[in-house]
């Protein structure tokens, strides 16, 4: 069986057809082609696949399709704004704080979410908001100092 919904990602209104035992990470990758946000566990484990709802970072492989409806999604996609890359994505180029990158749009996502919340997150604060995020290959601390030069940038411009 389908279910209509209709939501926004990025912004841009969607109207779609679901099926009841998809996920929202089913839809962004198969039904949107929005491959950008990773399927590493599908089980809630590893962050792969964290996106924002109403400014708060969830996985889209816990959400099932049919409870994507009136929802306002971001995922990594949206975060680049006129072709440039977004205050934090730009941090982990330049902390290269990323190997195979699969997980780190996920890491993005879940300091965006920070971010937006907390312009000023300690060391602490930042760990702790990335600590459904899994990383096999950085050992972490370049992706927290990404982080952290973005609050001091955010600091900076007080
Ligand atoms: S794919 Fe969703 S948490 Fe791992
Ligand atoms: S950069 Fe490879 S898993 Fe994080």
């Known amino acids: 069986m389908k279910y209509p919904i209709h939501f926004f990602v990025n912004d841009e209104a969607m109207d779609l057809e679901v099926e009841a035992n998809k996920t929202m990470l089913n839809v962004l990758r198969d039904q949107l082609c929005m491959t950008g946000t990773k399927e590493g566990c599908g089980a809630g484990e590893c962050g792969a696949c964290t996106v924002i ?20 999604i971001t995922t990594i996609e949206g975060i680049a ?27 993005v996502m879940s300091g965006t979410a920070l971010l937006m919340e907390n312009p000023h997150p300690t060391r602490p604060e930042i760990i702790r908001a990335i600590s459904g995020n899994l990383c096999r290959c950085t050992g972490y601390i370049r992706i927290i100092e990404a982080i952290e030069e973005v609050a001091n940038q955010y600091k900076g411009g007080e």
């Not at 970072?57 to 929802?71: Q, T, Y």
């Not at 704004?81 to 996920?106: I, M, N, R």
């Open 53 to 72: 709802v109403d400014g708060k970072p969830i996985n889209a492989c816990l959400v099932l399709a049919p409870e994507m409806d009136g929802m306002h």
């Open 81 to 107: 704004k006129d072709g440039e890359l977004s205050p934090l994505q730009k941090a982990f180029v330049s902390h290269s704080a990323l190997q195979c990158g699969f997980c780190t749009p996920g890491f």
